[in-house]
T-cell receptor, first 110, second 114 residues
Framework: KQEVTQIPAALSVPEGENLVLNCSFTDSAIYNLQWFRQDPGKGLTSLLLIQSSQREQTSGRLNASLDKSSGRSTLYIAASQPGDSATYLCAVNRDDKIIFGKGTRLHILP | KAGVTQTPRYLIKTRGQQVTLSCSPISGHRSVSWYQQTPGQGLQFLFEYFSETQRNKGNFPGRFSGRQFSNSRSEMNVSTLELGDSALYLC?????????????FGEGSRLTVL
């Protein structure tokens, strides 16, 4: 059974710092992995989608990597800003099912 | 291009009642999937519809059902509501099947069961 874990559950960092969010999954036979951002009381916004054949994807200040063999993905945020404060979730897709981690709640201190 | 639209945004029901939630996908998207989000369980997959057919279903009781219309709009129904059904219900649309592409989420319908 696929399990997706995100550690830490919460993180506070000063503005301007680079940071890394982690996502681990137990079954490496995945179709893709997606990172999302969720603001309080809102829906999810897609940040980056990595197909199983890819190693990383980049969008602006965000870079996501995927290592299927070790069951890990990281989301790197460069030069963090207060507007980056949100909950970040990763989701793994396999066998027509999608499994979400419980997220990392990120707070950027001005 | 309009995003995913969910209605209603908020609703309050009592135990035993039923509820229907609606989701209009992004134009041209054929896949609509539904999710339940609670503080304890996080975000859980309910089911996916593609071309009016349910393709797969998560581990939820039969009280949770859905359908998709020919214009790709989808509805989700929960019958015989229980207190534990209180949650944020999210739908997402995708141009192709759930397991192939990017998901675009709506703002959600927040259901409170009293």
């Amino acid at each position: 059974k696929q399990e997706v874990t995100q550690i830490p559950a919460a993180l506070s960092v000063p503005e301007g710092e680079n940071l890394v969010l982690n996502c681990s999954f137990t079954d490496s036979a995945i179709y893709n992995l997606q990172w999302f951002r969720q603001d309080p009381g809102k829906g999810l916004t897609s940040l980056l989608l990595i197909q199983s054949s890819q190693r990383e994807q980049t969008s602006g200040r965000l870079n996501a990597s995927l290592d299927k063999s070790s069951g890990r993905s990281t989301l790197y945020i460069a030069a963090s800003q207060p507007g980056d404060s949100a909950t970040y979730l990763c989701a793994v897709n396999r066998d027509d099912k999608i499994i979400f981690g419980k997220g990392t709640r990120l707070h950027i201190l001005p | 291009k309009a995003g995913v639209t969910q209605t209603p945004r908020y609703l309050i029901k009592t135990r035993g009642q039923q509820v229907t939630l609606s989701c209009s996908p992004i134009s041209g998207h054929r896949s609509v999937s539904w999710y339940q989000q609670t503080p304890g369980q996080g975000l859980q997959f309910l089911f996916e519809y593609f071309s009016e057919t349910q393709r797969n279903k998560g581990n939820f009781p039969g009280r949770f059902s859905g359908r998709q219309f020919s214009n790709s709009r989808s509805e989700m129904n929960v019958s015989t509501l229980e207190l534990g059904d209180s949650a944020l219900y999210l739908c997402a649309s995708s141009p192709a099947l759930l397991n192939t592409g990017e998901l675009f989420f709506g703002e959600g319908s927040r259901l409170t069961v009293l």
